[in-house]
């Protein structure tokens, strides 16, 4: 059964203190901006950025109000991170994913280690859910990671407590794919500090490393489980936006601050544009030019295009999870495919826009260039692959099975 797109909003759900939180990212925005050099040269979100993003209730959205948060939803999710991404980036795409671990760790852990890692109420959370650079072995009671890196931690800087993928084992002590994911406190993490990017620096995405580290089993999850839908969702029975597919939105978060990239892009561009000229024409206004209204045209298209796709992503996990049923392989498949070309649609507009700004965008001080910089490292990430969703999307049409974990 294909999902059909609701005849109302998904915001229509939203209740007044999800639009407060929204409404607060969109004022935020101009501290943001004002910040940018400050972000830069931390490579991180600042701490008083952080603190203010804190006490807003940001890092709480995802997150119960029986552990303290305020269970906001996939819609205010997406739309707050949406607003924080006019601002800045890197700070987005922090926050989103620290949005993603405090959903999964609150959820989808048993119940008495949820309790514990919840009793700070204000506990935030970060996550890198692959293991591929991590030795670990079988012990009784869990495992102990002999030795592990753990790549791209982003919004780490701003967590308690980290998610982070390991080797499984069976019952004979031997390691099986896929493994799990274990939650740990950050005091037995080490952060790295080698984030350097040119682009989405306020993410304070570096990596990280473990060393002679014993964790229990109840602290790992199946990521198989977890994908499958058959890892028991604890408050899912409370609110459906805990039954909502694991695979996509883990993939669909990804686009929420390339969104807001764009739309700050278009703003950018606007702002500047009655001040510009176009070299070597006629042209001593750029706004009259005909060239530049088809430019605004298309990319506008674009990202509002993007937006619609991304707000179907959103209402097709609601619906399914509002019927308290498994979300079809294909239609996981189809939200996964749908982001990736959503984050295409977004850095064309956004390259279109920077080739329109002329020889000023290559300043290291452009406003332009910078987004562009934070949207090219955004849409490189490997779940918003274009050709791998198309591919698997395509496999599924084809009658064969599908080569993404995500579906």
Known sequence: MEFTPASSPLEAAIDPAGEELVDWARAFIPELRAARDEIDAASRTPHDIAAQMSDAGLWRMAVPRELGGLQSGISVWKRAVTEIGRGDGGVAWGLTLNSAAAWMAANLYPRHVVDEVFAEPDARFAGVFSGRG????????????????????????????????????????????????????????????????????????TNVAMEGIFIADDRIVSLQA?????????????????????????VLILAFPVL?????????????????????????????????????????????????????????????????????????????????????????AIDTLANAAGGSWAWKASELNRIWQDAKVATMHPFVNVASNLESYGRMLAG???????V
């Open 260 to 348: 807001g990239l764009g739309k700050h892009m278009l703003e950018s561009f606007l702002e500047a544009l009655p001040k510009r000229d176009i070299k070597l024409t006629f042209y001593t206004k750029q706004n009259l030019a005909a060239v530049t209204h088809l430019q605004l045209g298309e990319v506008s298209a674009k990202i509002d295009t993007a937006d619609a796709i991304i707000e179907r992503g959103c209402e097709a996990m609601q619906y399914w999870a509002d019927r308290n049923e498994t979300m079809p392989k294909i239609e996981r498949a189809r939200i996964t495919r749908d982001t990736a070309y959503a984050d295409q649609l977004v850095w064309e």
């Open 134 to 205: 991590v030795k670990a072995h079988k012990v009784e009671g869990g495992i102990v990671v002999d030795k592990g890196m753990w790549f791209f931690n982003s919004g780490v800087y701003q967590a308690d407590w980290n998610l982070l993928g390991v080797p499984g084992f069976n019952e004979a002590g031997e390691p099986v794919f896929p493994g799990g994911v274990a939650i740990v406190p950050m005091s037995d993490v080490t952060i790295l500090h080698d984030w350097n990017p040119s682009g989405l620096r306020g993410s304070g995405s």
């Open 400 to 406: 064969i099975e599908p080569d993404l974990m995500a």
């Open 226 to 250: 977890c994908n499958e839908g058959t890892q028991p969702a604890i408050f899912g029975a409370e609110d459906p936006f805990y039954r909502v597919a694991f695979g996509p939105l883990m």
